[in-house]
């Protein structure tokens, strides 16, 4: 029997592996609609890794009949770089994970205390920490999260869905930074100049045109 084989069937892994993806989840704030549809994203991408990786090989399955011929270790099956660089891809997927579940983590728990909650002082405008490097450190690790997956165990479900889930998480931060100007103005607009969305900004800070804070 394929080792790989070995993967399927462990419905316990399966459910294990849900929970923990989900768990991120509750380091983002369910209170404003506009998250809902990129955690849905986010929570569908999970179940599809777990189900595919532990579960049953779907992707396998459909793109083996359409192509009549059983698949080599690649993207779809297997680990998904194991055929050009052994487990490498495995190795560094695993980093990318841990990174991304850091940044939601750390994010969460400065802008929680300082911004979310309103009995410690909602409103403020959080610029240090991991927020002096990049302005969505949630958004971004989720996208390192789920990016590592795909350098792992990638399926078919998972490659039409990643690209979505940026899209969807760059409109978001785009929607959010709009409130944001509206709430602190010139404070956030130096802000934005001076850091980056999602990776930190290496040259230096950027002019903006056509922004009127309101105060």
């Known amino acids: 029997m394929d080792p790989a084989e070995n993967h399927f069937g462990q419905w316990g892994n399966v459910a294990l592996w849900i929970v923990l993806g989900l768990l991120f989840l509750v380091f983002i704030p369910f209170n404003r609609k506009s998250q809902r549809k990129p955690s849905s994203v986010y929570a569908a991408f999970i179940v599809a890794m777990a189900f595919e990786m532990f579960g049953v090989p779907m992707s396998m399955y ?23 660089i052994g487990h490498t891809g495995m ?41 002096r490097f990049i302005r969505h450190p949630q958004y971004t690790g989720f996208l390192l999260i789920t990016l590592g997956m795909l350098l792992d165990w990638a399926t078919l479900p998972m ?23 509206e709430a602190f103005g010139h404070q956030y607009v130096a802000y934005r100049q001076r850091t980056g969305m999602f990776l930190p900004r290496l040259f230096g800070a950027r002019p903006e045109s056509g922004v009127s804070p309101a105060r």
């Open 159 to 181: 490659l039409i869905m990643w690209p979505i889930m940026a899209v969807m998480y760059y409109r978001l931060a785009r929607k959010e930074e709009g409130e944001m100007v």
């Open 91 to 131: 190795y560094v997927g695993m980093v990318l994970m841990l990174v991304g579940a850091a940044l939601v983590i750390t994010g969460w728990h400065v802008v929680y205390k300082r911004y979310w909650r309103q009995e410690e002082g909602k409103g403020e405008l959080v610029t240090d920490g991991i927020y």
């Open 62 to 84: 459909i793109i083996a009949w359409i192509v009549g011929d059983k698949l080599p270790d690649g993207i779809l099956w297997g680990h998904t770089l194991y055929s050009y």
